[in-house]
T-cell receptor
């Protein structure tokens, strides 16, 4: 199994540009999460989803949008990139088990 | 509300020393899970250990051990005989089982940077 796959691994955006961070999992997990990790900081929850068609905001949702049309995919959309969104983004998924989290390898985004 | 506090920002030790990383958590749930993750310089998150609130024993796994004290809401992690390869950022995390009604989330502390010197 590939687990949780994130693309791209690195990206540089200009201020005001838009992009979508892709996240795909092949474990049939219902629960999926997007976190951001600012330099020298812990991970903060952006959005999460408990199943296809159901999403909700986490701690830091401003400037982002998500959708969940399939169980496998949970893309994160940045509409108008700002320097404050420079961060490393991690996608995670979880089985029905409360503790069964799997993380992707991260996307390093720089907004200049 | 869920909260995880890692008061130690950075720790520096010499190889072969034992080192303990502190973690204090807050939750209103009676059943919850606590985790330690390692983030090496390469950036990925590596799962280390998990403990639920109703386990009765603290455990040891190789050079890793952990001490869960519900009375003080602490979940400390110890590396015995540290090695240079242990140099990384270590995160403590909490996931509630019931209060969030299945919509539970993994909440992280700010992390502790461990530097192990030869």
């Amino acid at each position: 199994n590939a687990g949780v796959t994130q693309t791209p691994k690195f990206r540089i955006l200009k201020i005001g540009q838009s992009m979508t961070l892709q996240c795909t999992q092949d474990m049939n997990h219902n629960y999926m999460y997007w976190y951001r990790q600012d330099p020298g900081m812990g991970l903060k929850l952006i959005y999460y989803s408990v199943g296809a068609g159901i999403t909700d905001k986490g701690e830091v949702p401003n400037g982002y949008n998500v959708s969940r049309s399939t169980t496998e995919d949970f893309p994160l959309r940045l509409e108008l990139a700002a320097p404050s969104q420079t961060s490393v983004y991690f996608c995670a998924s979880r089985s029905g088990l409360v503790y069964g989290y799997t993380f992707g390898s991260g996307t390093r985004l720089t907004v200049v | 509300a869920q909260k995880v506090t890692q008061a130690q920002t950075e720790i520096s030790v010499v190889e072969k020393e034992d080192v303990t990383l502190d973690c204090v958590y807050e939750t209103r749930d009676t059943t919850y899970y606590l985790f330690w993750y390692k983030q090496p310089p390469s950036g990925e998150l590596v799962f280390l250990i998990r403990r639920n609130s109703f386990d009765e024993q603290n455990e040891i796994s190789g050079r890793y051990s952990w001490n869960f004290q519900e009375s003080t809401s602490s979940f400390n992690f110890t590396i015995t005989a540290s090695q240079v390869v242990d140099s990384a950022v270590y995160f403590c995390a909490l996931s509630e089982a019931f209060i969030s009604g299945g919509y539970n989330k993994l909440i992280f502390g700010a992390g502790t940077r461990l530097a192990v010197h030869p």
